[in-house]
């Protein structure tokens, strides 16, 4: 980006253009270019080298690098944290569910998971085989089962044993299935008649488009979301649809998934994503 | 909608006559917008527009008695003949088994999909068997056996995955395990893979040699936003396929995606998934997409 020596309506376009392919939208676009161009007037840039360190400069701030990206999953006081992982269908809820359990094993933190997915097919047994691979035990419920209740037993199990965390996978559900999106309000209500669901996990796709915007509004609104986790960013797809997210309803992206294995989960942090953007 | 855009872009112009290059302009930048915000991709976006200012300079507009409704008209065709161009239905073999080969990134749904191509072509009359080529998500397989219970398809998983058996060997015996019980119609399903990871491409291509598919299909999330065109480039190089099924097209997504897939690839949308459900399946409709995309 920007390599050409000088400065004219075809690096506009190619700024432009880099930013639309990352999936950062159309309103997001034109507003940071919008700020770019005052910043070129104002500093009277003419070389493309200056122009590249202000569009980084203007994309991290969009990032918001000083938002407060701390997970909230350990035990304060009598109660476990408790985690309840959400979102759409196939974005990697399962797998990000395991990473976590994985991340705080290796912190020596005692951990309980909750196999509240009681509808598609294996889906128990897909968490079961995590737990089983990074050393913690699983609940779980008899097929068809109500996911309140396998998430209550789970907090249940984890405020028996004195565990440090609880996570509670749940079912994948478009966000515009209103009984899919009651049923998870309902999860949260029963965990919270135990314990407090100490953070609420969005987990992204990186490939989805702008209807990732939507999906994060309804979660918000449904089920309180503190957080969200951008996973498949090991591909090509830039996950630039986080920006609006964060921007619009002051939610942190906290962690990133980088690929499959328990170990491939880390922290997000803004300057990767922006240089990833950019480079 | 795009129809209320292009109103609006019009209102400005009433009793000027003749439209000029720029109210034309102007009225494909609205265009492009709605064409992005709909998530398709900028490559796809650039070159329809193109066609459609073209179009739009002619006499077909300029000559309309409502020129933004000529407009979004032009749009809607372009849109649908793109979309539509190809569609065709499924392709048999002409000695059986046909064989299907599912294929794409990982989520996009292609377990799922294979349970219900395998329920739509039993109810056909077909004998499809279905394959349990995932040897590496875990419980793959098992998620497959349950999918076959549930449409009654037999599943043929003779590696118990999780790590364990080679998808190459497992294709190659599920081929000749159906000329032996007579499947005239073998559906395999595979791990989902990153077009980039040049091991997993290759093995998928190794798949695909072994057993010579009549029919590989990219499943494709309708959500999906701008990756669909590497994606989808990737997949035809590196592997090839012949055709396109659109999943999760029950959510909200726009799914700009199915232009960006059909324009850069040619290749036709066959099918689209509605639901989780088996019967959450139907032969792809182009105008219904082209609405959709437009809204
Ligand atoms: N490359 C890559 N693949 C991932 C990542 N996270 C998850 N996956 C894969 O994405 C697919 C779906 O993951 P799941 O964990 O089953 O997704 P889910 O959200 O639980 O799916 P549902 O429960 O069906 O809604 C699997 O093949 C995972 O291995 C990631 O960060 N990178
Ligand atoms: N709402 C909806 N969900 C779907 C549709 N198709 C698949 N799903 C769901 O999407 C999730 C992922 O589906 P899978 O069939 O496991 O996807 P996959 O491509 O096999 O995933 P990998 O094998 O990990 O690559 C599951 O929760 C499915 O139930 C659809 O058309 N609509
Ligand atoms: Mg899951
Ligand atoms: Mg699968």
Same mark, same amino acid.
């Given at each position: 980006?920007?390599?050409?020596?000088?400065?004219?309506?075809?690096?506009?376009?190619?700024?432009?253009?880099?930013?639309?392919?990352?999936?950062?939208?159309?309103?997001?676009?034109?507003?940071?270019?919008?700020?770019?161009? /005052?910043?070129?007037?104002?500093?009277?840039?003419?070389?493309?080298?200056?122009? &590249?360190?202000?569009?980084?400069?203007?994309?991290?701030?969009?990032?918001?690098?000083?938002?407060?990206?701390?997970?909230?999953?350990?035990?304060?006081?009598?109660?476990?944290?408790?985690?309840?992982?959400?979102?759409?269908?196939?974005?990697?809820? $399962?797998?990000?569910?395991?990473?976590?359990?994985?991340?705080?094993?290796?912190?020596?933190?005692?951990?309980?998971?909750?196999?509240?997915?009681?509808?598609?097919?294996?889906?128990?047994?897909?968490?079961?085989?995590?737990?089983?691979?990074?050393?913690?035990?699983?609940?779980?419920?008899? %097929?068809?089962?109500?996911?309140?209740?396998? =998430?209550?037993?789970?907090?249940?199990?984890? +405020?028996?044993?004195?565990? @440090?965390?609880?996570?509670?996978?749940?079912?994948?559900?478009?966000?515009?299935?209103?009984?899919?999106?009651?049923?998870?309000?309902?999860?949260?209500?029963?965990?919270?008649?135990?314990?407090?669901? $100490?953070?609420?996990?969005?987990?992204?796709?990186?490939? /989805?488009?702008?209807?990732?915007?939507?999906?994060?509004?309804?979660?918000?609104?449904?089920?309180?979301?503190?957080?969200?986790?951008?996973?498949?960013?090991?591909?090509?797809?830039?996950?630039?649809?986080?920006?609006?997210?964060?921007?619009?309803?002051?939610?942190?992206?906290?962690?990133?998934?980088?690929?499959?294995?328990?170990?491939?989960?880390?922290?997000?942090?803004? %300057? /990767?994503?922006?240089? #990833?953007?950019?480079? | 909608?795009?129809?209320?855009?292009?109103?609006?872009?019009?209102?400005?112009? &009433?009793?000027?006559?003749?439209?000029?290059?720029?109210?034309?302009?102007?009225?494909? &930048?609205?265009?492009?917008? =709605?064409?992005?915000?709909?998530?398709?991709?900028?490559?796809?976006?650039?070159?329809?527009?193109?066609?459609?200012?073209?179009?739009?300079?002619?006499?077909?507009?300029?000559?309309?008695?409502?020129?933004?409704?000529?407009?979004?008209?032009?749009?809607?065709?372009?849109?649908?003949?793109?979309?539509?161009?190809?569609?065709?239905?499924?392709?048999?073999?002409?000695?059986?088994?046909? +064989? +299907?080969?599912?294929?794409?990134?990982?989520?996009?749904?292609? $377990?799922?999909?294979?349970?219900?191509? =395998?329920?739509?072509?039993?109810?056909?009359?077909?004998?499809?068997?279905?394959?349990?080529?995932?040897?590496?998500?875990?419980?793959?397989?098992?998620?497959?056996?349950?999918?076959?219970?549930?449409?009654?398809?037999?599943?043929?998983?003779?590696?118990?995955?999780?790590?364990?058996?080679?998808?190459?060997?497992?294709?190659?015996?599920?081929?000749?395990?159906?000329?032996?019980?007579?499947?005239?119609?073998?559906?395999?399903?595979?791990?989902?893979?990153?077009? +980039?990871?040049? @091991?997993?491409?290759?093995?998928?291509?190794?798949?695909?040699?072994?057993?010579?598919? @009549?029919?590989?299909?990219?499943?494709?999330?309708?959500?999906?936003?701008?990756?669909?065109?590497?994606?989808?480039?990737?997949?035809?190089?590196?592997?090839?396929?012949?055709?396109?099924?659109?999943?999760?097209?029950?959510?909200? #997504? &726009?799914?700009?995606?199915?232009?960006?897939?059909?324009?850069?690839?040619?290749?036709?949308?066959?099918?689209?998934?509605?639901?989780?459900?088996?019967?959450?399946?139907?032969?792809?409709?182009?105008?219904?997409?082209?609405?959709?995309?437009?809204?």
């Amino acid at each position: 980006l920007l390599s050409r020596d000088k400065l004219d309506d075809e690096t506009w376009e190619e700024i432009e253009d880099t930013l639309l392919l990352a999936d950062l939208g159309v309103p997001g676009t034109t507003e940071l270019v919008e700020r770019l161009r /005052t910043r070129v007037k104002v500093e009277g840039v003419s070389d493309p080298e200056r122009m &590249r360190q202000i569009l980084r400069e203007e994309l991290l701030t969009s990032v918001n690098p000083d938002m407060d990206r701390d997970l909230d999953v350990l035990r304060n006081g009598r109660d476990p944290g408790v985690v309840l992982v959400v979102g759409v269908n196939g974005t990697g809820k $399962t797998t990000t569910t395991g990473k976590l359990a994985r991340l705080l094993v290796a912190e020596d933190k005692d951990v309980v998971l909750g196999a509240a997915d009681t509808f598609r097919a294996a889906a128990s047994e897909q968490l079961q085989t995590w737990g089983d691979r990074v050393g913690v035990p699983v609940v779980r419920g008899p %097929e068809g089962s109500d996911p309140a209740s396998v =998430a209550f037993d789970s907090v249940a199990a984890g +405020i028996e044993g004195e565990c @440090d965390t609880v996570v509670v996978d749940t079912a994948g559900r478009l966000h515009t299935k209103v009984g899919l999106m009651d049923e998870l309000g309902k999860v949260k209500r029963v965990i919270e008649k135990q314990a407090p669901v $100490t953070e609420v996990l969005l987990v992204l796709d990186a490939t /989805t488009g702008q209807n990732g915007m939507t999906q994060a509004r309804v979660f918000a609104e449904v089920v309180d979301i503190t957080g969200i986790v951008l996973t498949k960013l090991d591909g090509t797809a830039k996950g630039g649809i986080v920006v609006s997210v964060q921007r619009e309803l002051g939610v942190p992206v906290k962690l990133v998934g980088l690929g499959e294995g328990p170990d491939d989960l880390a922290v997000f942090e803004p %300057e /990767t994503f922006v240089d #990833a953007i950019i480079d | 909608s795009l129809s209320d855009r292009l109103t609006n872009t019009f209102k400005g112009l &009433r009793g000027k006559g003749r439209l000029s290059e720029q109210d034309i302009d102007n009225t494909v &930048r609205e265009i492009r917008m =709605a064409l992005l915000d709909a998530d398709v991709a900028l490559p796809v976006v650039r070159a329809f527009c193109a066609r459609v200012k073209e179009r739009a300079l002619g006499s077909e507009v300029s000559e309309a008695l409502n020129p933004a409704q000529q407009i979004v008209k032009i749009v809607n065709e372009e849109l649908i003949a793109i979309l539509g161009g190809d569609t065709r239905r499924l392709r048999f073999a002409k000695n059986p088994p046909t +064989i +299907i080969l599912l294929a794409g990134l990982q989520g996009a749904g292609k $377990t799922t999909l294979a349970g219900k191509l =395998a329920g739509h072509l039993k109810s056909q009359g077909h004998q499809p068997l279905l394959v349990a080529a995932d040897l590496q998500r875990p419980n793959a397989v098992d998620q497959l056996q349950i999918v076959g219970e549930r449409v009654q398809v037999p599943v043929f998983a003779p590696e118990p995955g999780n790590g364990i058996g080679d998808p190459v060997d497992v294709a190659r015996r599920a081929k000749s395990e159906a000329e032996l019980k007579l499947h005239d119609i073998v559906i395999i399903d595979t791990a989902g893979r990153l077009a +980039i990871d040049e @091991d997993l491409m290759n093995q998928l291509r190794s798949v695909g040699e072994a057993v010579q598919p @009549d029919e590989t299909l990219l499943v494709v999330d309708a959500m999906i936003g701008q990756d669909a065109v590497n994606t989808a480039v990737l997949f035809d190089q590196q592997v090839g396929f012949d055709g396109v099924v659109l999943t999760k097209l029950d959510g909200d #997504a &726009r799914g700009g995606a199915a232009l960006s897939v059909v324009g850069v690839t040619g290749k036709p949308i066959l099918f689209a998934s509605t639901g989780e459900k088996p019967e959450d399946f139907e032969a792809f409709h182009p105008d219904r997409m082209a609405g959709r995309i437009l809204d």
